[in-house]
């Protein structure tokens, strides 16, 4: 029998990629909520070299990194919605804008404009023009899997979550900006795999106003 | 129809030398193209706009960017021959795991102990050496990272030998006191030709690097 933990942080946008994963396969797991300030001595022994969430640990076996975490689950649970393409140039180009998400959009940019500090204007900006530049591979697709949710639709809905924070903390829209990539936040959402994952909105905010506090940011 | 396989380039990069490895070991012929990085070609611009960098490996006129991405690709494409990525899944995902480890601390770090001084160098070469252990530990008593072949993560780390000496001259340090398992790892890789024929000269990359260093002003 598959034994299948989840090691999360409900505000993670990362974990929140593996959960969609494994909805969309169906897999039972077991999901267990750590204390970032306080990390676990299974975290620790499950990932000794980031010491970070997400980790999936299957029958006892440590993956570490969620697009690492999601292609794993797309290979092992290969009966059922496959999310990556066959195709290997497919292929090849989902993990390229996986990559691009990670290294532009989740990498720090979203931090900088609920942190509200000088570099935040110069953040809101960069932050369009990523946005910008993956609504245009979106194009006129349903999804960027396609017909439907793929990996790089996976790798990205998540961090939708946190606009409404980001907005309020940097006073800005980004409907106004990429209302193409909002109108696709909400069509995702229409998935059970991913409105059964995502965090309210509000919450999302909450959580960083405790966290600003927290690091007395006002 | 022929394969059509261009790859654009720059000689010093140790992305651009994960992808002639790969070529190497599965003996596929290209088109190899020197990218001027201070002068990019229109074919690079309009190759990958999105990054603008090298390399990129251009088969049948559709590329493929970014240097691990591009090493899968070539693994599953010639899949027949010196396969470089574990079949089962968890084996899988944990050489993904390492070469994203080299990714994020080898190049970065690796990257301070030339372009930085003082304190901030110090606590460079020290992640570095620190990153490198962890790596040694991975490797353990296996020959390659792959086990008896090259495999994914020898082809992803590799490249970075040839900058170790500009490192090492730059930072005052010997790599080799610290992690001579790793040093012995990458000098048993030297003896595939697939690495010899696709790593730049030692000498050549400190040269470069001191030439970079007076154009940035560093010390």
């Known amino acids: 029998m598959e034994d299948v933990v989840l090691l999360d942080f409900w505000p993670s946008t990362f974990a929140m990629r593996v959960k969609i994963a494994l909805a969309e396969k169906g897999i039972k797991y077991a999901c267990k909520q750590e204390d970032l300030f306080n990390k676990s001595p299974l975290l620790l022994e499950m990932n000794p070299i980031h010491k970070k969430i997400p980790v999936l640990i299957h029958n006892g076996k440590p993956i570490s990194e969620s697009l690492i975490i999601v292609q794993y689950i797309d290979e092992v649970w290969n009966h059922q919605s496959t999310l990556l393409p066959s195709d290997p140039y497919q292929r090849s180009q989902a993990l390229f804008w996986a990559d ?44 960027f899997g396609g017909e439907k949710i793929g990996y790089v ?20 829209s980004i409907e106004a900006g990429c209302p193409k990539l909002v109108a696709w936040a909400k069509r995702c959402k229409e998935n059970e795999s991913v409105s059964k994952t995502l965090p309210d909105s509000l919450d999302i905010y909450g959580y960083v106003v405790q966290l600003k506090k927290r690091l007395g940011l006002q | ?27 596929i012929k290209y088109e190899y193209k020197e990218e001027d990085l201070r002068n990019k070609s229109a074919l690079l611009l309009q190759m990958n706009p999105v990054h603008k960098k090298t390399p990129v490996l251009i088969h049948n006129g559709k590329p493929v960017c970014e240097s691990l991405i591009q090493v899968q690709y070539i693994d599953e494409v010639w899949h027949h021959k010196s396969p470089l990525l574990p079949s089962d899944p968890y084996q899988r995902a944990i050489a993904r795991f390492w070469a994203d480890f080299v990714d994020k601390k080898i190049f970065e770090l690796g990257t301070k102990t030339w372009q930085t001084k003082g304190e901030e160098q110090e606590t460079a070469k020290k992640g570095f050496i620190e990153s490198l252990k962890l790596l040694e530990g991975e490797l353990g008593d296996k020959p390659y990272f792959g086990g008896e072949n090259l495999g994914y993560v020898d082809v992803v780390l590799v490249p970075f030998y040839s900058w170790f000496y500009a490192y090492e001259k730059c930072g005052n340090f010997s790599i080799e006191a610290e992690c001579p398992k ?11 030709e697939s690495v010899s024929k696709s790593l730049p000269d030692q000498e050549k990359v400190y040269g470069f690097v001191l ?3 007076k154009m940035y002003g560093i010390e």
């Open chain 1, 153 to 172: 639709d996976v790798a990205l809905v998540p961090i939708t979550s946190w606009f409404y924070t980001y907005e309020t903390c940097g006073n800005f």
């Open chain 2, 182 to 192: 790793l040093i012995a790892w990458a000098k048993r890789c030297m003896q595939m």
């Open chain 2, 1 to 27: 129809m022929a394969e059509e396989l261009v790859l654009l380039d720059f000689w010093l990069s140790a992305f651009g030398m994960r992808v002639r490895i790969a070529l190497a070991e599965k003996g």
């Open chain 2, 211 to 213: 030439h970079l260093k």
């Open chain 1, 100 to 143: 691009y998400i990670d290294k532009k959009i989740y990498g720090g940019i979203g931090k900088r404009i609920w942190m509200g500090k000088e570099d935040q204007e110069e953040a809101k900006e960069e932050l369009m023009q990523h946005l910008k530049t993956i609504e245009g591979e979106l194009g006129d697709k349903l999804y």
